[in-house]
């Protein structure tokens, strides 16, 4: 069985500081891997996805996630940090063959930027 | 092109009622997802509906139901309603199962 585990609850960060989110995933086949993003009282937004072309995947809003299959690791970062940023970040994986529609969901970060 | 939308976006029922959720999917998907989210479990997959047909579903009893109609519109229905049933429904649509996922805004339900 998959699993997706993100490291922190609640990640801090000042405003144009690196923002870094963590993500690592336990699979005995590569998954596809998203980043989602929720805003208050909203759905999920895509922020970006890899679907095994490039390792370094670019996404919406300045963010960008590397692959790593020696570490298992899916971590979402972005330069500078914007107080527009401040939501729950949600990593999930699939599984390539038989349910790849099923998402499986870490359990959150929250992000907060402080001025 | 229009996103997914979700009807109603807040429902409030009591306990054994039941409930339907209703989900339009983007133009041309013809996956639709369905997900729980409550701050204990966070975000929990109940079922997938491909083409009419149930492809796979979550660990979740059996008074959670779904389909799927022609259009790939889908609706959720939830029997007997528990206080434990109060959580945001959440739907994604999808061109296939190879593909990623676009979520609606989700129907707030609370069970009182």
């Known amino acids: 069985a998959q699993s997706v585990t993100q490291l922190g609850s609640h990640v801090s960060v000042s405003e144009g500081a690196l923002v870094l989110l963590r993500c690592n995933y336990s699979?005995?086949?590569?998954?596809?891997l998203f980043w989602y993003v929720q805003y208050p009282n909203q759905g999920l937004q895509l922020l970006l996805k890899?679907?095994?072309?490039?390792?370094l995947v670019k996404g919406i809003n300045g963010f960008e996630a590397e692959f790593k299959k020696s570490e298992t690791s899916f971590h979402l970062t972005k330069p500078s940090a914007h107080m527009s940023d401040a939501a729950e970040y949600f990593c999930?994986?699939?599984?390539?063959?038989?349910?790849?529609?099923?998402?499986?969901f870490g359990t959150g970060t929250r992000l907060q930027v402080t001025l | 092109k229009a996103g997914v939308t979700q009807t109603p976006r807040y429902l409030i029922k009591t306990r054994g009622q039941q409930v339907t959720l209703s989900c339009s999917p983007i133009?041309?998907?013809?996956?639709v997802s369905w997900y729980q989210q409550t701050p204990g479990q966070g975000l929990q997959f109940l079922f997938e509906?491909?083409?009419?047909?149930?492809?796979n579903k979550g660990n979740f009893p059996g008074r959670f139901s779904g389909r799927q109609f022609s259009n790939s519109r889908s609706e959720m229905n939830v029997s007997t309603l528990e206080l434990g049933d109060s959580a945001l429904y959440l739907c994604?649509?999808?061109?296939?199962?190879?593909?990623?996922?676009?979520f609606g805004p989700g129907t707030r339900l609370t069970v009182t």
């Open positions: 994604a649509s999808s061109r296939g199962r190879e593909y990623e996922q676009y």
């Open positions: 699979s005995s086949v590569p998954p596809y």
């Open positions: 999930a994986a699939t599984i390539r063959t038989g349910t790849a529609s099923k998402l499986t």
């Open positions: 890899y679907t095994s072309a490039a390792t």
């Open positions: 133009s041309g998907h013809r996956s």
């Open positions: 509906y491909f083409s009419e047909t149930q492809r």
